[in-house]
């Protein structure tokens, strides 16, 4: 089957991570609000936001006589029940690593397709854990200085130097900390009849 592969973000970590499957794809700004509803989980939240970033980005292409698939990603990290999301301050991201110090904090990564022919969604929530070091306040100022994480879940770059905070991760697929797992997106286009595998898509033009 040929289609038009979407990627709804404009985030270049889930760029390059997605430019790995050797298909070409454009990529659109889903301009939604990712403000928790009340008493929602964590789970729930990054499927929701990651079916409406897919659903935002449909809105955004063009209609042609190929499929379009699109895709919504989005993620947050759960710390002592918490939900935290992108510190976006270094203050913030300062907090967040200090209460991350010494503990094992599970990361949740939303991913869903969304499928314009026959207008279907398959979405999934993959979670991935990662264990701190016991960092010092001086640690992890020089990290935030070095790095500014200040638009990442969690206030780290796992694929710089973010990777010298951790003593361990675990989890079936390292891409989904950096914000895409690669391993269930194949699973997910799969299951909209696409085999990356045996054809390449067409190049949708927007």
Do not use: W
Request: proline share 5%; aromatic share 6%; charged share 15%.
């Amino acid at each position: 089957m040929k289609f038009n592969l979407v990627l709804a973000s404009t985030s270049p970590f889930r760029q390059q991570l997605l430019q790995k499957l050797m298909q070409p794809f454009t990529c659109v700004n889903p301009d939604i609000d990712e403000t928790p509803i009340k008493d929602e989980t964590a789970l729930a939240l990054v499927k929701r936001l990651a079916e409406q970033k897919a659903l935002a980005g449909a809105n955004l292409i063009d209609e042609t006589s190929v499929p379009q698939l699109i895709i919504g990603s989005d993620q947050v990290a759960l710390i002592n029940g918490q939900i935290i999301g992108k510190p976006y301050t270094v203050d913030n991201a300062i907090a967040q690593l200090s209460s991350a110090s010494g503990q094992s904090i599970t990361f949740y990564t939303g991913l869903a397709v969304f499928n314009s022919a026959n207008q279907q969604m398959i979405s999934c929530v993959e979670p991935f854990t990662v264990h701190f070091k016991h960092l010092s306040t001086a640690q992890i100022r020089y990290y935030v200085d070095a790095e500014q994480p200040l638009y990442c879940a969690g206030s780290f770059k796992c694929e710089g130097l973010g990777i010298a905070l951790f003593n361990r991760l675990e989890g079936d697929d390292p891409n989904s900390l950096i914000g895409l797992p690669l391993i269930k997106l194949i699973d997910l286009l799969s299951q909209h009849g696409v085999d990356i595998l045996s054809q390449a898509p067409e190049c949708s033009i927007n």
